[in-house]
């Protein structure tokens, strides 16, 4: 049974870092993706990587967030930089674009705000 759990969100004020972190089980992280939902907002992703290390962002989080996996931890990463509040949602890990839904996670919190 595939369980996903993401964690580190937290209040940030703009400029801010934060980093959050997905662990999985029943599965071995490879091509997965962050996701955020902003309220009133559908879902949307915000960055993929793909066959391990091939890595895709959204125009708007392009140089400011870095995904990555620790395969030896099993557990995926998304490191925050020089936040916005435009990028306050709920954000949630799963399978990358293209690949089946896993069951989806809790999600974390990320609120920028000063």
């Known amino acids: 049974q595939v369980q996903l759990v993401e964690s580190g969100g937290g209040l940030v004020q703009p400029g801010g870092s934060l980093t959050l972190s997905c662990v999985a089980s029943?599965?071995?992280?490879?091509?997965m993706g962050w996701y955020r939902q902003a309220p009133g907002k559908q879902r949307e992703l915000v960055a993929d990587?793909?066959?391990?290390?091939?890595?895709h962002y959204i125009d708007s989080v392009k140089g400011r967030f870095t995904i990555a996996i620790n395969s030896a931890k099993n557990t995926m990463y998304l490191q925050m930089n020089s936040v916005e509040p435009e990028d306050t949602a709920v954000y949630y890990c799963?399978?990358?674009?293209?690949?089946?839904?896993?069951?989806w996670g809790q999600g974390t919190q990320v609120t920028v705000s000063s």
């Open positions: 029943g599965i071995r992280l490879y091509s």
């Open positions: 990587i793909t066959s391990g290390s091939r890595t």
């Open positions: 799963n399978n990358a674009p293209g690949g089946t839904w896993y069951p």
